[in-house]
């Protein structure tokens, strides 16, 4: 089981069994800190009664080391996995866990009370996947692991498959295979008898619980408070995270988020920071030049790479083995090379990851929360009509038209890709209620139940947040229903397979518990301003780049997929969709399909980000269910 993990720690393993008790525990190392034998893994508690396995860093773990010490405890080594340990036996495995400010998913067994503890942190940045079967628990931090386990049930979750044709990612806590689930953010799991089911993990956090605390404790200072505010927690979580006993630098892509990481931490470093950036060699999806800019104001050691179609091609073949759940977000490709050129210099990597989630950065924020508060004023008939409308010109012939009377339109209404924004406000004003008006915004396909055989889409969490009560305003519902799904399970899950396939340890400041308590406490105005998004981060930005490099209109780490799969990847695209193959696969539908495709080529059709999440399924199943 941990071979095929190997790539997430190939500094050193270990195993640990238990014959007696039916327990084995084994470890793939990526040494961080304490890179001696101290710091091996699995790792015993002094008294024998924990045994642990644990990846990711509990950032303050200098600090409850000398809480520990204080009491009397004596310590081996300096990592924080001996601090772990130390604070299970003083405290107890629930009360030591919402002391730890970190990233980490731990398996620790207690010897005395034959119990396993599966734990994972607050926002899911590391991940944890559980198997079980009558008489069999298996878990470890990708699937693959537990494929090769004692025994596994290939059986397909076929509701998870269909969301995952909606979002692009299958959402917590399924997984594509029936028996396995995804242990949710924040959540602790103690099993003690493999024979019975599961029982239900217990939260320490949530964002649910951030949200309602910050709602009922609001901060109440002006608005220069705030600022600095934020900005001593940002250099307090940037700084927690530049500790490591191998080379460390930051992925800059030149959008607010890593900028500022990045800025802090240069504003914390002797040296030039190591920065790294992907470029492409389409222009309209090219950041490289912003982050250049970026990095030579701030005179960081920068590393650039212009990505063309052909490296991506080289690369596609490998995305079903790097991600052994389907995962359709196209930038999985640029993270995959972002991490790798980094770790050609450095072990860890500081990203930008969590700023559009907590300060509301991203444009459905904005534009769709106008959109839907707008389009409720409307009756359901008219709002049908009108996306009966929309949708009878294909996107293409919609840019065209906004093209030819682009030159008197105000800047504010000329926008990038026009066409496909609109076919998506047509989705969302033709949708019956606000739930379904924003997960419209969110779906690759907006009804994916027609392409998988036998499939449904089956209540989720999106519209289980969207048509709650609270919190009452619907950006901060949006923004929620985010943190818990889109988050985790997209972002942090690709982040996290991208570095760790390249065994670069990649961690998020900006997603440290406190920062994203603090940002529940702020009121829209400190995020939305003048129609644009993170208004707070942008200030402390600005105390440290000129406003002219940071003041653009958001691109996003967004990859030319339309292209590609109409030049290079064409060939490749064709083979996976081609109608032999979909019907002897027999998962998917191949009619609804086939005529996505064949819209798409002759550019009338399906967004490619659809077709891609067929594809990037068409691909798993290739390598995983032959």
Excluded at 476 to 486: F, H, I, K, V
Excluded at 501 to 511: D, F, G, K
Aim: glycine residues 8%; neutral net charge; charged residues 25%.
């Amino acid at each position: 089981m941990t071979a095929p993990i190997a790539h997430r720690g190939p500094d050193d393993s270990g195993v640990w069994v238990d014959a007696a008790a039916g327990v084995a525990l084994g470890f793939r190392r990526l040494a961080i800190l304490d890179l001696s034998e101290q710091g091996h893994q699995p790792m015993r508690s002094p008294s024998g009664r924990f045994t642990l396995v644990f990846n990711g860093e509990v950032f303050n773990h200098h600090e409850l080391r000398r809480e520990l010490q204080g009491g009397g405890l004596r310590f081996r080594g300096h990592s924080d996995t001996e601090v772990i340990l130390a604070a299970f036996e003083r405290w107890g495995v629930e009360a030591a866990v919402p002391r730890f400010v970190g990233m980490f998913a731990i398996a620790v067994w207690d010897g005395e009370q034959q119990a396993l503890w599966l734990i994972r942190d607050r926002l899911g940045i590391k991940p944890m996947f559980v198997y079980a079967e009558p008489g069999l628990v298996t878990f470890g931090s990708e699937l693959k692991a537990l494929v090769a386990g004692p025994s596994f049930d290939r059986s397909l979750d076929l509701t998870a498959i269909t969301q995952y044709l909606r979002y692009l990612y299958v959402p917590a806590p399924r997984t594509v295979y029936r028996r396995a689930i995804k242990l949710l953010p924040g959540h602790l799991l103690r099993i003690t008898d493999p024979a019975v089911p599961l029982p239900d993990p217990v939260p320490f956090w949530s964002a649910e619980m951030a949200a309602a605390q910050g709602a009922i404790d609001p901060f109440g200072g002006s608005e220069e408070e705030a600022i600095r505010e934020l900005d001593r927690l940002l250099v307090e979580c940037v700084g927690m995270r530049m500790e490591a006993d191998v080379p460390l630098g930051a992925l800059l892509s030149g959008g607010i988020d890593s900028s500022t990481v990045v800025a802090v931490m240069q504003s914390l470093s002797t040296r030039p920071v190591k920065t790294f950036t992907i470029g492409f060699d389409e222009a309209e999806h090219n950041e490289a030049a912003h982050a250049r800019r970026i990095a030579q104001h701030l005179g960081t050691d920068h590393t650039e790479l212009l990505l063309t179609g052909a490296e991506a091609l080289d690369l596609v073949p490998r995305l079903p083995d790097m991600f052994d759940e389907p995962l359709a977000d196209p930038s999985q490709i640029p993270t995959f090379l972002v991490c790798q050129l980094a770790r050609r210099e450095v072990t860890v990597a500081l990203t930008g990851d969590g700023g559009d989630e907590c300060f509301a950065g991203y444009n459905r924020y904005i534009r769709g929360e106008r959109l839907i508060t707008r389009a409720r004023r409307f009756p359901a008939s008219v709002r049908r009509l009108s996306a009966i409308g929309i949708a009878s010109m294909a996107p293409e012939t919609w840019d065209r038209l906004h093209q030819a009377v682009s030159p008197v339109l105000p800047s504010s209404a000329r926008v990038r890709l026009p066409g496909a924004k609109l076919h998506k406000i047509g989705d969302l004003i033709g949708a019956e209620s606000v739930p379904l008006m924003y997960r419209s915004l969110l779906s690759a396909w907006q009804d994916p139940g027609l392409l998988v055989a036998g499939g449904r889409d089956g209540e989720d969490r999106v519209l289980q947040v969207l048509g709650g009560g609270e919190p009452r305003a619907l950006l901060d519902r949006m923004m929620l229903a985010d943190q818990l799904t889109y988050l985790p399970d997209d972002l942090l899950a690709k982040v996290d397979r991208a570095s760790m396939a390249t065994s670069l340890e990649a961690r998020v400041p900006l997603l440290d518990h406190r920062l994203v308590e603090f940002s529940w406490r702020l009121p829209h105005a400190l995020k939305i301003r003048k129609r644009q998004g993170k208004w707070i981060l942008r200030q402390v930005l600005y105390r440290r780049v000129p406003r002219n490099l940071v003041d653009r209109e958001k691109v996003g780490f967004t990859v030319p997929i339309a292209h590609w799969l109409r030049g290079p990847l064409r060939a490749w695209a064709e083979d996976l969709l081609a109608p032999d193959a979909l019907r002897r696969d027999g998962l998917l539908e191949a009619v609804p399909i086939r005529r996505a495709w064949e819209r798409f080529l002759s550019g009338k059709g399906h967004d490619a980000t659809g077709l891609w999440t067929v594809l990037m399924l068409r691909a798993w199943s290739g390598r995983w269910l032959a």
